[in-house]
């Protein structure tokens, strides 16, 4: 995730894009990240909502924060888990709050949801003493979590959890033999992003676990979610894929050789005859992870 609220934090994948939908590399526009953010909720709401089913919760929540909610993957799936709770999403960007209100009206929950506009790492917003705060894909992009977490276990009422939710790495769609004319490119593209990640999303990957203890929280439950999605389940899949390697692209020019570049636009040229989106080998494989957390 996500992928989605500082510096556009949003989710799921979730995906963390990462959709981590992550939109982890930065470039393109909001609505650009919006549409990988929505993809991501598509392909891995199965996903999405086991977790929710997870969490170690005595009674259902009734007042919900979705922390960096980006276009409404999580705030949408706690809407689904709990009928009677209402949920405040908070991200920091205005465009992904506005896709989350309409498909809020669409489905006919927009009475129970609360959109705040902030940037977290300046601005903490009232939250009303939560009983569940949801931050899916979305605390790996904070410049201080450490501060974030403390903030949060300020926040929750007494006994309230936390669930952290990180994707292990933006997914992988293609066989690894694959494209033909350029075998292991796109462990190659991800390889060359790393240097991006590691200097801006230091925190991107950690082990929050020693984290959430050192903010005052206990850890209850801790899970590894496995993805592997066959994309002939769902046409969502390839439109997934491309969005996401149009992420990538933006940010391996100077890295990548001049072979694997044009592997990478052939795959990338949805008009031409080895588009990504005519295959029909894909698939969406990475892990998720989460941290159940009482304050």
Do not use: N
């Not at 009475?111 to 705040?116: A, S």
């Not at 462990?187 to 990640?197: D, L, S, V, W, Y």
């Not at 050789?257 to 588009?275: K, N, Q, V």
């Amino acid at each position: 995730m996500t992928h989605s609220a500082a510096h556009h934090h949003s989710h799921d994948a979730d995906a963390d894009a990462d959709a981590d939908a992550d939109a982890d590399t930065g470039t393109g526009t909001g609505a650009d990240q919006s549409d990988l953010l929505d993809l991501d909720a598509d392909v891995l709401a199965e996903h999405i909502a086991s977790l929710t089913a997870w969490l170690p919760l005595t009674e259902a929540p009734r007042r919900v924060v979705d922390l960096g909610s980006g276009t409404g993957t999580g705030t949408l799936a706690l809407l689904d888990r709990f009928p009677g709770a209402y949920v405040t999403a908070v991200d920091s960007s205005d465009a992904h709050l506005r896709r989350l209100r309409e498909k809020a009206e669409a489905r006919g929950v927009g009475e129970r949801v609360r959109t705040v506009l902030a940037d977290l790492d300046t601005t903490w917003p009232e939250l009303d003493a939560p009983d569940l705060v949801w931050a899916s894909a979305s605390l790996h992009h904070m410049a201080d979590p450490a501060r974030v977490l403390r903030q949060v276990h300020g926040s929750l009422a007494t006994g309230g959890l936390l669930a952290v939710v990180e994707l292990a790495g933006f997914p992988r769609f293609l066989p690894a033999d694959a494209p033909e004319e350029a075998p292991g490119l796109e462990e190659r593209c991800h390889a060359a992003t790393e240097h991006h990640h590691a200097a801006h999303m230091p925190h991107r990957g950690a082990d929050w676990g020693p984290l959430l203890t050192a903010a005052g929280f206990t850890v209850e439950a801790e899970r590894t979610v496995t993805v592997d999605i066959d994309g002939a389940r769902s046409e969502a899949v390839g439109r997934y894929a491309l969005e996401g390697l149009r992420r990538i692209r933006g940010t391996v020019d100077d890295v990548l050789s001049p072979a694997d570049i044009a592997a990478l636009d052939r795959l990338l040229d949805t008009e031409g005859p080895h588009s990504i989106l005519r295959r029909t080998d894909l698939a969406v494989r990475t892990e998720r992870q989460a941290w159940a957390a009482r304050a």
